[in-house]
DNA sequence: AAGGCGGGGAG
DNA sequence: CTCCCAGCCTT
């Protein structure tokens, strides 16, 4: 048996002994009804989508009744579950249902999902499910199992990834018992293979799981990259003098690192010569730049630059300012400091030695 | 406080 | 193709 027909053969299992049947829209299963569960389940979970659900098949049985009743009254039984240009995709399809289809739920996978509101996945979901069609279906939760269980690397919404995703939901769907294929992969999902702390050891395909065995479940699928933060950068001043000592700088009481001790700081376009002259009135015996160091905070990305500085001369040029210090780099390190400007003390440290 | 959820639409 | 959005919910 081929790993992907393996899969299919453990998850169907699984899916018998530990599956939910119990829910509304697994009673009487009709096209209409898994489409307007599978809508509804999209952006709300099971327990708070059973009442809406109720009462949404209360008014609108089928698909004439929701076509027939103004849009009001349709937003008016979907207010409280959010992304409301939904219900109107709901509303807009079933009068192309009533109007081009003779009122019947289309059978065709592509004529599924031309309408308004539903995708390649919804559409596999709504034929297979109601009709016992063979189509793999790609919701959230099946993008969570197929990537830790064949560890796919990468975001999911890239659309490489998304590819490969959808190629491995075709390759893993059964030919028989599609249904209940599709419902299992959903409850897994939903369930076990759960974003944070799944229960792998419950799981039916543990012993074959690609992030399971490789300890990476945390991992896969691949965070959405985080947007893209400003970046700023800056220049950290990392000046010794004859005895070794490092001048630090305490930052005022506000604003970043707000009376932390740091080094002198200065914008990128400074010299770090200019900058000795200008400040401690020396010229410096020897400037090197080290490593580019980065830092994030929440709200934007700090690039610093560090120039390695050596001073000949005694320390008596610097002027009387209670914010600036000589220190030994030991003595440095003890004072409160931002993290980044502790790694460059311990760096310092290190490459000195 | 941030990120996820499917599909649709803009750039 | 790659964002960005809708609204509510979980972490």
């Known amino acids: 048996m081929s790993p992907s027909q393996d899969f299919a053969q453990r998850v169907l299992h699984w899916r018998d002994e530990h599956g939910r049947t119990d829910l509304p829209w697994q009673q009487r299963r009709t096209p209409y009804r898994v489409w307007i569960s599978e809508i509804m389940l999209q952006q709300t979970q099971v327990a708070v989508v059973i009442p809406y659900f109720e009462r949404f098949m209360a008014r609108f049985p089928n698909q004439i009744a929701l076509a027939d009743a103004p849009l009001d009254e349709v937003l008016a039984h979907w207010s409280g579950l959010g992304y409301y240009a939904r219900a109107r995709n709901l509303h807009r399809a079933a009068r192309l249902i009533r109007d081009q289809h003779h009122g019947c739920f289309p059978s065709d996978l592509a004529a599924v999902q031309a309408l308004p509101g539903i995708g390649r996945s919804t559409a596999g979901a709504i034929l297979s499910l ?18 830790r269980r064949f560890g796919v690397e990468g975001w999911p919404g890239k659309s490489d990834v998304l590819a490969r995703l959808w190629e491995l939901a075709e390759r893993c769907t059964p030919d028989e018992r599609v249904d209940a294929y599709n419902q299992g992969m959903m409850d897994l999902g939903a369930t076990l293979c759960t974003r944070h702390r799944p229960a792998c050891q419950d799981c039916p395909v543990r012993q074959s799981c690609i992030a399971c065995l490789q300890g990476r479940q945390s991992e896969l699928p691949a965070p959405k990259p985080s947007k893209t933060l400003p970046t700023r950068a800056t220049l950290m001043l990392a000046i010794r003098n004859g005895d070794g000592e490092i001048l630090m700088e305490q930052r005022p009481p506000t604003g970043i690192w707000g009376g932390l001790w740091s080094l002198p700081e200065a914008t990128t376009d400074t010299s770090p010569e200019q900058w000795c002259q200008a400040h401690l009135g020396v010229a410096p015996s020897e400037v090197e ?9 929440s709200h934007y990305r700090l690039t610093i630059h560090v120039a390695a500085i050596k001073i000949a001369t005694a320390p008596c040029l610097v002027e009387e300012r209670a914010d600036r210090r000589w220190e030994q780099v030991t003595n440095a390190r003890q004072l409160g400091l931002p993290t980044p400007i502790g790694r460059i003390l311990a760096e310092l440290q290190n490459d000195s030695h």
């Open 130 to 147: 109601a009709c016992g069609q063979r189509h793999p279906i790609l919701d959230g939760n099946v993008k969570r199992v197929l990537a």
């Open 289 to 297: 730049m080290l490593p580019q160091r980065r830092h994030t905070f």
